[in-house]
């Protein structure tokens, strides 16, 4: 089994698309280990995993407990560690908290969030040695609303603007979340790293879905989700059939006693 390193994906820019999916604990990260090239510890874990309303109020802590235990459970896949917010505000901050996570967890890169604004942080970590993937269009960690982004020219010439911008200040590879298709086309023509969509189109470089949605763990699934699985449903069932099965003492049945 070959690890996937950032010189592949790079090198994975207009040839072979880019397989990535989000994990938060060690059976998906075993999984995804074996089919996708890059796994996202997404900060997604706040919503997906802890019921928060937002993404803005995961912890650093607990999203290295999540990083630990994913990048341990991996052996070939590249593992992203999504900084939340705040942990970046300014290059001090960020590098501070860069070391820390990629020492304590072992991951191989981080994201950020943000376009321009960023761009001199970004370029002050990937200087230092921190590899960076970036992150425009929708962002869920500032962003007002959750809606689809660059349908007006303005946002769209804004959105690209910070996809160069990013591009430019040292990434490997830049997620694009949400925009519209010929944006995403664009964005993945001008940039000299890979893209990676999520719900933008066929046109990046490569694709990643947060996992749980993808399995039909989620309640709600936006447009550009494909589900795989309905999971949900599956577990439900098991549950329903394990309470019945208590109730009316079939189980534990004969094999599943000790004697
Ligand atoms: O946190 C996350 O899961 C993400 C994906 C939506 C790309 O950033």
Redesign the pocket.
Known sequence: MQKITIKKILNKKSKTPITCL?AYSKTIAQIADKYCDII?V???LGMVLYGMKT?RDIKIETMILHGKTVKESTRKSLVVF?MPYKTYANKFIAYRNAKKVLKLTKCDAI?LEGGKKIANIIKYLTKRGVPVMG?VGLL?QTSINYKVKGKNFSEKEKILEDAKAVSNSGVFAI?V?CVVENLAKKITKNVTVPTIG?GASKYCDGQ?L?TDDMLGLSEFLPRFVRQYSNLRKVIEKSVKNYVKDVKMRRFPSFKNVYR
């Open positions: 989000t996202l997404g900060d997604s993404t999504d994201k992150h869920p997620i979340e999520i990643i947060v």
